[in-house]
């Protein structure tokens, strides 16, 4: 199984909506920090953004994958590896 995505898009397009929702919330520090590290098709995300704000941003907001995940161990390693529809070497 798998998925054909351009990541690239999909990185601009959850950076632009959360920007938007910050701005109309009026959240100031996170559109300030969004800001500083841009999000754009031609570089894609910035390493610091990864890092230190998309997780953070997105929990805040209630969006992503793992919005209600509080460990990376327990939200996706461990359920990765309980998918049957892989064999062990492919997991």
Known sequence: MGQITNQSHSEQLAYD?????????GDKRMVRDLEAVPVTLA????????RMLRNKAMHRLGVGTTHDTNSVITGIFVPSWMFPEYTVREK
Request: without cysteine; hydrophobic residues 25%.
């Open 43 to 50: 570089g894609g995300p910035p390493p610091r953004y990864v």
């Open 17 to 25: 909506h959360m920007l938007a929702e910050y701005r109309r919330r």
